[in-house]
T-cell receptor, first 114, second 115 residues
């Protein structure tokens, strides 16, 4: 079945460091791909998305490119801030799925130190 | 524009009891999905409601049931609570019956603890 695998956390970085969180997926056809972020005590917020191969999603300095050939959607940011500390979830929505359900990875916790 | 709201924020129940969680969708959204997020895990899809009918269900037993009302708000009901039902329950809404490309907008969640 369809699934998402993320790199395990926690990831600890110093402020202004480069961030990569790996995400790979298994799906039939061309799913849509998403990154959501969850700050402590809150629900999930959409960070970015890409709906077809080679699309690049970007928001707030974060980027991810939909790579069909490697079935990946890695999240990157050039310079992280303390305020980026959160849990990041990669997710896919299968094409023509019933109800547009989201399938999530297990999440990667990011901690940014000053 | 009002976002997705959920109530209550926290809830404590004992094993075998029943619970009802509530969700108000974002203004203009007619589709509501429910997810269960166990501690340290990603959310798991429970089911989705569109125009007051179930429109897709994940791998959850029948004791998980739901309703959607004419104003598009929704309830999640769980009967015969088990300890493993302890989790954060998230509601998400989308503008129409969700296509795979659509963004789902999440509420803050209800933290359920089963003792």
């Amino acid at each position: 079945g369809d699934s998402v695998t993320q790199m395990e956390g926690p990831v600890t970085l110093s402020e202004e460091a480069f961030l990569t969180i790996n995400c790979t997926y298994t799906a039939t056809g061309y799913p849509s791909l998403f990154w959501y972020v969850q700050y402590p005590g809150e629900g999930l917020q959409l960070l970015l998305k890409a709906t077809k191969a080679d699309d690049k999603g970007s928001n707030k300095g974060f980027e991810a490119t939909y790579r069909k050939e490697t079935t990946s959607f890695h999240l990157e940011k050039g310079s992280v801030q303390v305020s980026d500390s959160a849990v990041y979830f990669c997710a896919l929505s299968p094409p023509r799925s019933q109800g547009g359900k989201l399938i999530f990875g297990q999440g990667t916790e990011l901690s940014v130190k000053p | 524009e009002t976002g997705v709201t959920q109530s209550p924020t926290h809830l404590i129940k004992t094993r075998g009891q029943q619970v009802t969680l509530r969700c108000s969708s974002q203004s203009g959204h007619n589709t509501v999905s429910w997810y269960q997020q166990a501690l340290g895990q990603g959310p798991q899809f429970i089911f989705q409601y569109y125009r007051e009918e179930e429109n897709g269900r994940g791998n959850f037993p029948p004791r998980f049931s739901g309703l959607q009302f004419p104003n598009y708000s929704s309830e999640l009901n769980v009967n015969a609570l088990e300890l493993d039902d302890s989790a954060l329950y998230l509601c998400a809404s989308s503008p129409t019956v969700a296509a795979s490309t659509d963004t789902q907008y999440f509420g803050p969640g209800t933290r359920l603890t089963v003792l």
